[in-house]
């Protein structure tokens, strides 16, 4: 079992990466963000996989996320959550949990490249690389 420790992360072929384990980044404070986009292959991220990061203000997970393990976000207050999905994920219950106590949860969006005309604060796109979501009453 490997934990991350740093506030940087680099995988030499993100392609290859399948799935991230449960407590792989757990405690991991000095982590502010995460794009993990061309991580194309990636379907899972384990139980507890960035709780407790108290940095973590960005993560981007691709399209074929299929399976959140349970408090994956756990106490990570500031987190914001990007989704290369075009569609609502279908996720088990409580996936997107934050303080279960408090019943807070995760903000996440979808990605488009143009701001949909339904909802688009909803949704996010990059501007010079990184994460932006567009602001609410706007559309291309």
Request: aromatic letters at 12%; proline letters at 6%.
């Amino acid at each position: 079992r490997v934990l991350f420790r740093s506030a940087s992360v680099r995988f030499e072929d993100p392609s290859t990466l399948t799935s991230i384990g449960g407590n792989a980044f757990i405690y991991c404070t000095k982590l502010k963000s995460l794009d993990l986009s061309k991580a194309t292959a990636l379907v899972s991220l384990g139980s507890s996989a960035f709780a407790n990061c108290s940095a973590l203000s960005s993560l981007v997970l691709p399209a074929n996320i299929a399976w959140l393990g349970s408090d994956c976000f756990q106490g990570d207050a500031g987190l914001s959550l990007y989704l290369m999905a075009t569609a609502e994920p279908s996720f088990s219950s409580g996936w997107n949990t934050l303080n279960s106590e408090a019943g807070t949860t995760v903000p996440y969006y979808l990605y488009s490249e143009s701001a949909p005309a339904s909802n688009p604060s909803h949704y996010w796109h990059y501007v010079d690389s990184l994460p932006s979501i567009y602001p609410a009453g706007v559309h291309e």
